[in-house]
């Protein structure tokens, strides 16, 4: 038997009370008083947040009731039996038009809850990180007071395979290379499985734009990997080349990139 399912294996053993059925429904009947009680008598961010708990339940039961009561109602635009008389050709399709209407309104609403259900992500928020601790003073020439215009940054960074470091006169963001990854451990949260792919690029990093930019890889960064090894084909039957995904580990501590694919 699946785990914590031992409330099924109890009732299978030594089966239920002979008034548990009454029990159930008058829990149910009381429900209500106790959801009105605790409206009444919370305060504060608790109550904010009930409310808004509430609202959602409440606008989701009027749409079922809705759907319920339109699902006999027959469309006044259809005849209710088949007519002798001849329509224009441009009246024949009017029905059609409207179903058509219908489908491709309900079809730009689920489009839309599915472009924001993609964008959702396991870390939608993280702390943020100062300059001070992002950046080392980098001090060079003979004048050291004068000349200390260089950054040493000192988060794990991602540089393509095709980057070369400018000269080192004019080079001022360094990124040391014991610091920069190729690599990282993706879990696809459907599969359960993690595999580790490489890094194709740094997508946006929420701490600010300059280190989107620079490719450091903080908690919450958003990259690409390459996950054509995964065998992750398009409706179309086109192998996935890359995808997207969260970096939901402090990588500086852990020495690696753990990241969750964006399904």
Request: hydrophobic share 35%; with cysteine; glycine share 6%.
């Amino acid at each position: 038997m699946p785990q914590n399912e031992y409330i099924e294996r109890w009732t299978k053993q030594h089966g239920k009370r002979l008034d548990h059925d009454e029990r159930t429904r008058k829990r149910i009947a009381r429900s209500s008083h106790k959801a009105s009680e605790s409206a009444r008598s919370f305060t504060g961010l608790r109550a904010k947040l009930y409310a808004k708990k509430r609202h959602a339940e409440k606008i989701q039961m009027k749409k079922q009731i809705k759907a319920h009561e339109e699902r006999n109602v027959k469309s006044s635009s259809a005849p209710a039996e088949p007519s002798s008389t001849p329509l224009p050709s441009y009246l024949l399709d009017r029905n059609q038009t409207t179903n058509n209407a219908k489908a491709l309104s309900s079809q730009i609403k689920n489009k839309r809850a599915e472009k924001a259900a993609k964008f959702s992500v396991p870390l939608p928020k993280v702390k943020g990180i100062s300059e001070e601790e992002m950046f080392k003073v980098v001090k060079t020439g003979k004048k050291t007071a004068k000349k200390g215009w260089k950054r040493m940054i000192t988060k794990p960074t991602f540089v393509g395979p095709s980057f070369t470091r400018r000269p080192v006169k004019y080079e001022r963001f360094i990124r040391p290379m014991g610091l920069r990854y190729k690599k990282a451990h993706v879990t696809h949260p459907e599969l359960r499985v993690t595999v580790q792919l490489p890094i194709i690029s740094v997508k946006k990093n929420p701490q600010n734009p300059l280190y989107t930019q620079l490719g450091v890889l903080t908690k919450g960064t958003i990259i690409e990997v390459n996950v054509s090894e995964l065998g992750i084909v398009t409706a179309g039957g086109k192998v996935v080349w890359g995808r997207w995904a969260q970096v939901t580990n402090n990588c500086e501590m852990d020495g690696c990139v753990n990241a969750v694919l964006l399904v």
